[in-house]
């Protein structure tokens, strides 16, 4: 028992499902045939009529008695071992690929068996396959796993897979049955998703959480969207209850109005506090003006980093910061703990947070705070549909006003028409950014680099302002432009945080090296206000159907589709793949369906 369990740890197999899931990677079919189709592997009784050597092979006949037949068969390499088994007149069970040749039935090297009738699965396993099928017969039963939640269909399927009686309705040549692989989905997904719900730990809140926001959406300038109010929604059903503290993800493409959300959850957290978390001073302190200018009067509102300091933290309302946060020794416990961009957050920085959710509420125990994550990461629906088994998730998939960006992918050819457009560009007082793959030059690549195109731009043009990732002064130079600024060069690293309302025109060297996510946040820099914009795409690989995809859609949702569908043409500089290979069976680009009939499974 020990043993197996050893077993199963070393196939990192943790729930039955997923044992059930390790499907043989092929079957070898004993069963003796009624009839002989050329080319393919057959299992025969035959006994040998006649054998001899010729040029150092052994030809042996074979007569085969079901089907009054001969076959030939030549054995390469010998050994006295195949003298003495295949003796004249000794019986035999022999297993290979039937050719037809000038009318003579022929097999070369069979393997000699011990028995027939069966079909024996093959698994791809370091583990012994006498050892496999010990775990599949001691573990799987059709009861077991429609006690772990599998359809009696499903799991007679599965049964069949591992125990197979016939092969025909499930497999051939060597594919399995459309059907089957549907089921083989549905199975996946589902498990899946017990596996991330089991993960799953509740905890209550510090509070319920119900004041209103009418007062704050009545003095908005603008209506909310619908997606707008459907989020805001979900937020005040998640915050009002007290046994449970709210844990959800908001995921809307840049510029989809997520700090709407962000205020009106400090509305409802009234007359309690709230804190927000920003990965960046500078979007720290733009969160810190929109929240002075939306928010009611009487609501205090404070901003804390490093260097800076507005309002008294101590007796806010609303206090708004940086990491700087998480340092602050008497910061006062919050009912509500939220965070934007939250995808720029690194790993560790993601647990400081969540810390800071359970601190906020020291010394009271299993309470936690609500929290509320805000990230303009576009993830496919499928994969929001499976997350969600661990965390809420609320997709805001629209923008406020259709943004005017016209995507365009060009080649050296188009350079002397770009440089006159830009010109036109900043003569309107727009601003341009162009993005360079690299800081330095390097024999990789076979575009310039940020340094050895400086001089070129600088020679052109006036209020040329250059950044990069690791740049110290990165934030200072971001805000120089935004004021005084014409054309920003820049890496891919640098996460231009701050919103530049003048930004018209984006240019992307070497465009087809970075993943269609990359790409879609970096063209998600122009045309914030509605401002009609340009995203060109400069790569020597104009016919890239990646590219030209990207081209023709704006929402970042489809654009997560179209990178899952893509993903294998591979993101040489993203590091951020997320869920990748994890599903065998199950195509995230294309099973929605599946997924969401799962999800309703739980
Ligand atoms: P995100 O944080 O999702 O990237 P923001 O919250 O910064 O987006 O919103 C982008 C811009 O859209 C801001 O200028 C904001 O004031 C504006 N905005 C937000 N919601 C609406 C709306 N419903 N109608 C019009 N403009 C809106
Ligand atoms: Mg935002």
């Known amino acids: 028992m020990d043993e197996m369990r050893h077993l199963l740890k070393r196939l990192k197999i943790y729930s039955l499902l997923d044992l059930a899931l390790f499907l043989p990677a092929s079957y070898d079919d004993t069963r003796l045939l009624t009839s002989i189709t050329p080319g393919k592997v057959h299992t025969f009784e035959a006994v040998v009529k006649e054998a001899h050597t010729l040029n150092g092979k ?3 006949t074979f007569t085969l008695p079901r089907f009054a037949q001969t076959l030939q068969s030549m054995f390469f390499r010998t050994t006295p071992y195949h003298y003495q088994t295949f003796a004249s007149g000794s019986r035999h069970i022999i297993q290979g690929r039937v050719e037809l040749y000038r009318g003579t ?11 027939h009738g069966e079909i024996i699965t093959k698994y791809k396993s370091t583990i012994k396959q006498s050892e496999m099928h010990r775990l ?4 799987l039963s059709e009861q077991a796993l429609i006690a772990e939640g599998l359809l009696p269909a499903e799991a007679e399927v599965l049964m069949s897979l591992h125990f197979p009686h016939s092969l025909e309705t499930l497999y051939r040549e060597g594919h399995y049955r459309p059907e089957v692989i549907v089921t083989l989905k549905h199975i996946e997904a589902f498990n899946y998703l017990k596996k991330l719900a089991s993960k799953r730990i509740e905890h209550p809140a510090i509070s319920a959480l119900t004041g209103g926001i009418d007062a704050f959406v009545t003095g908005l300038p603008f209506d909310l969207t619908m997606e707008q109010q459907q989020v805001i929604a979900e937020i005040a059903q998640d915050l009002s209850r007290s046994d449970r503290a709210a844990k959800r993800l908001v995921v809307g493409d840049v510029g989809s109005g997520k700090t709407m959300v962000i205020l009106a959850a400090v509305m409802m957290a009234q007359p309690h506090r709230s804190i927000l978390m920003a990965p960046t001073s500078l979007l720290a302190l733009q969160l810190y003006e929109e929240a002075v200018k939306h928010l009611p009067e009487g609501i205090r509102i404070a901003l804390v980093m490093q260097g800076r300091e507005e309002g008294e933290y101590r007796e806010a309302d609303f206090v708004i910061g940086t990491h700087a946060l998480l340092y602050k020794e008497d910061l006062p416990r919050a009912p509500l703990v939220m965070v934007d961009e939250q995808h720029r957050f690194g790993t560790q920085q993601r647990h400081l947070l969540e810390a800071l959710a359970s601190d906020a509420v020291e010394g ?7 929290f509320l994550q805000f990230s303009a990461t576009p993830i496919p629906r499928t994969q929001a549909m499976m997350e ?3 965390i809420d998730v609320s997709l805001i998939t629209k923008t406020p006003f259709e943004k005017k960006i016209t995507t365009q992918v060009i080649g050296t050819q188009d350079f002397p028409k770009l440089l006159t457009q830009i010109q036109t560009e900043i003569a309107r007082e727009h601003q341009v950014l162009i993005v360079y793959p690299l800081v330095e030059e390097s024999e990789m690549i076979d575009y310039q680099s940020l340094t050895e195109s400086r001089g070129f731009w600088e020679k052109r043009f006036e209020n040329v302002y250059v950044t990069h990732g690791k740049d110290k002064e990165k934030e200072e130079v971001l805000l120089n432009f935004r004021e005084k600024g014409d054309i920003l060069l820049a890496t891919t690293v640098v996460e231009v945080g701050i919103s530049l309302p003048r930004l018209t025109m984006i240019v992307i060297v070497g465009a087809e090296r970075l993943g269609l996510a990359t790409l879609h946040q970096l063209r998600g820099r122009v045309g914030r206000l509605g401002l009609e914009s340009w995203c060109y795409l400069f790569t020597r690989n104009e016919k890239s159907e990646r590219l030209q995809a990207f081209t023709r859609t704006t929402n970042g949702f489809d654009i997560a589709k179209l990178d899952l569908k893509f993903r294998e043409g591979g993101d040489i500089l993203d590091g951020t793949i997320q ?3 994890k599903f065998k069976w199950l195509d995230m680009a294309e099973d929605e369906e599946i997924v969401a009939a799962a999800t309703e499974r739980l």
């Open 58 to 60: 052994l030809v042996v």
């Open 105 to 115: 039935l022929q097999m070369s090297q069979p393997k000699s068996l011990k028995s």
């Open 136 to 139: 599949m017969k001691h573990y």
């Open 364 to 370: 009271d125990g299993e309470r936690r705070a609500h």
């Open 388 to 390: 969600s088994a661990l």
């Open 579 to 581: 869920s990748g290979q």
